[in-house]
Structures are given as structure tokens and as C-alpha cells.
């Protein structure tokens, strides 16, 4: 197996709590996907992936669930404009998830599109995200 890079923001800084809220933890596997998980979210959302989805790369359906990519991208959209990005559009959001049944994410690092992703809602680019690249 490879190598997993677990990242979380809370209390206002990388390093925080996950248990915080408003917080954000964005574990990268392989530099292939990336599972991002955010609180407070609508019950049933807070959870989505970047690059591939885990039950597509692992070729297993019991990997992930599957996930709701408009209600995740309104969602996140919305916690963006509580930590005070308030230019986010959830389309914009939309445009980095991992789709269902992807060959051929858009960022060839999921490190890339993880750091599209923070930069969009006005969150620092912690150093660890670009480590986890080069392991």
C-alpha cells in the first residue's frame, strides 16, 4: 500500500482539531485520491473525494458510498461562506469532485487539485499537502 497524508484545519489554523467547527480534513492517498470531510454539514453530507472516488479506485462499491456531488458542492459551498469566503459558487465546487466511474482524473497529483480546492475558499496551502506529492 502507499502512503496516506492526513491534513486537518480547525480553530482557525492547519493542525486543529477535527472535532472543531467549523473544521476541514482532507486525508491524500497514493496522490491519487483524496477524501475531503468538513464540519458542520447537512446531515447526510460532509463528505466527498477529489481525483478518484475510493469505490472506483479500489474497484470495490463497499469502498465508499456513493455521493450526492450537487448537495456535497452546495454544501461545501455554504461552509466556505462560514469560514468567509463568500464568493464560492458551488459550480465551482462541482468542477474539482471526483466523479463516479472516472479513468482519468483532471490532476495527474491529487495534491494539485487539493490545492485548487483550498485556494478556492481562501484557506493557506499547508506544506505537508506538497510532502505528501513527493513521498
Known sequence: MGSTETLTWGGGAWGGDPADEPSLTVEVHDSDLATVTYRPAPEGLGRFYLGFQPRDYYDDPAESAP????AEAAAFAAWAEGIGADDVRPS????????????????????????????????????????????
Open 67 to 70: 455521493v450526492d456531488l450537487e
Open 92 to 135: 465551482e465546487v462541482r468542477a474539482l469532485l471526483a466523479e463516479e466511474g472516472v479513468e482519468d482524473p483532471p490532476d495527474v497529483f491529487v495534491e494539485e487539485t487539493v490545492d485548487r480546492l483550498l485556494r478556492l475558499v481562501g484557506l493557506p496551502v499547508p506544506d505537508g499537502l506538497h510532502d505528501a506529492e513527493l513521498g
